[in-house]
C-alpha cells in the first residue's frame, strides 16, 4: 500500500490567516491527490482534484500544489466556515488510502 | 444531482456479517465511467478504503488487502444500489462506513460524492 502522511497533525489559526497543510506520499503518486474537507458528524467533502484542480463550487481561496511525493494544501485567508479536518487522498494505485487528517482550529 | 443513500443496521453482534446498501439517484450503478466505493471512518483507523464495484463490458471489484478475505461489494442493478458486506466481524470493525461514487478526473480518479455515513458499532 502506498503510505499517506500530514503535518501538521493540527494548527490553530485566525480568521484571514494563510493556512498551509503538507501531505507527502510514501512512493512518487505523480499527481493523483486530491483533498478533502470533513466537518463534525458530516462526510468527507472533494475541495481539489488531481493536485491543484478546484472541485466545482470551492471557493478560490483553496489551492492545491505539488507532484511526485510532496503536496500542499494553501488557505489564502482562513474563513469561519473552514474550521475542520483536511485529508489528503492517493489515487495513483488502485487501492485508495487516506492521510490521517489535519484538523485546523480556532485560535 | 447524484445523490447516495445509505441504510442498514447500527448494530451487528460480534462473528456475524455486517451488511449495508447504498441507493444512487443521478447516475447508474452500471455507468462506464464511475465506481462504487465504501470507505469507513474510526478513532484508531481514520479513513480506510475497502473497496469498489465498477462496470466495464464486465463487472469487476478490487478490494483492500486489510479486509479481503472478508469483504464482497455486489451491485443491484434492478433497485440501482450496490452494498457491503463485511464478515466474522470483531469489535475493531466498529466504524462509520460512508458509500462514494468516484469518477475520472483528467490525470486519475476522486471521491465526489459520498453517502451520509452510518455508524455500525460491533457488540454483543
Known amino acids: 500500500d502506498i503510505q499517506m502522511t500530514q503535518s501538521p497533525s493540527s494548527l490553530s489559526a485566525s480568521v484571514g490567516d494563510r493556512v498551509t497543510i503538507t501531505c507527502r506520499a510514501s512512493?512518487?503518486?505523480?499527481?493523483?491527490l486530491n483533498w478533502y474537507q470533513q466537518k463534525p458528524g458530516k462526510a468527507p467533502k472533494l475541495l481539489i482534484y488531481?493536485?491543484?484542480s478546484l472541485q466545482s463550487g470551492v471557493p478560490s481561496r483553496f489551492s492545491g500544489s505539488g507532484s511526485g511525493t510532496d503536496f500542499t494544501l494553501t488557505i489564502s485567508s482562513l474563513q469561519p466556515e473552514d474550521f475542520a479536518t483536511y485529508y489528503c487522498?492517493?489515487?495513483?494505485?488502485?487501492?485508495?488510502?487516506f492521510g490521517p487528517g489535519t484538523k485546523v482550529d480556532i485560535k | 444531482q447524484v445523490q447516495l443513500q445509505q441504510s442498514g443496521p447500527g448494530l451487528v453482534k460480534p462473528s456475524q456479517t455486517l451488511s449495508l446498501t447504498c441507493a444512487i439517484s443521478?447516475?447508474?450503478?452500471?455507468?462506464?465511467?464511475?465506481?462504487w466505493n465504501w470507505i469507513r471512518q474510526s478513532p484508531s483507523r481514520g479513513l480506510e478504503w475497502l473497496g469498489r464495484?465498477?462496470?466495464?463490458?464486465?463487472?469487476?471489484?478490487d478490494y483492500a488487502v486489510s479486509v479481503k478475505s472478508r469483504i464482497t461489494i455486489n451491485p443491484d442493478t434492478s433497485k440501482n444500489q450496490f452494498s457491503l458486506q463485511l464478515n466474522s466481524v470483531t469489535p475493531e470493525d466498529t466504524a462509520v462506513y460512508y458509500c462514494?461514487?468516484?469518477?475520472?478526473?483528467?490525470?486519475?480518479?476522486?471521491?465526489?460524492?459520498w453517502g451520509q455515513g452510518t455508524l455500525v458499532t460491533v457488540s454483543s
Open positions: 462514494a461514487r468516484e469518477s475520472p478526473t483528467t490525470v486519475t480518479s476522486s471521491l465526489g460524492y
Open positions: 443521478g447516475d447508474s450503478v452500471s455507468s462506464n465511467s464511475a465506481a
Open positions: 464495484t465498477y462496470y466495464r463490458s464486465q463487472w469487476y471489484n
Open positions: 512512493q512518487s503518486i505523480s499527481s493523483s
Open positions: 488531481a493536485a491543484s
Open positions: 487522498q492517493q489515487s495513483y494505485s488502485t487501492l485508495f488510502t
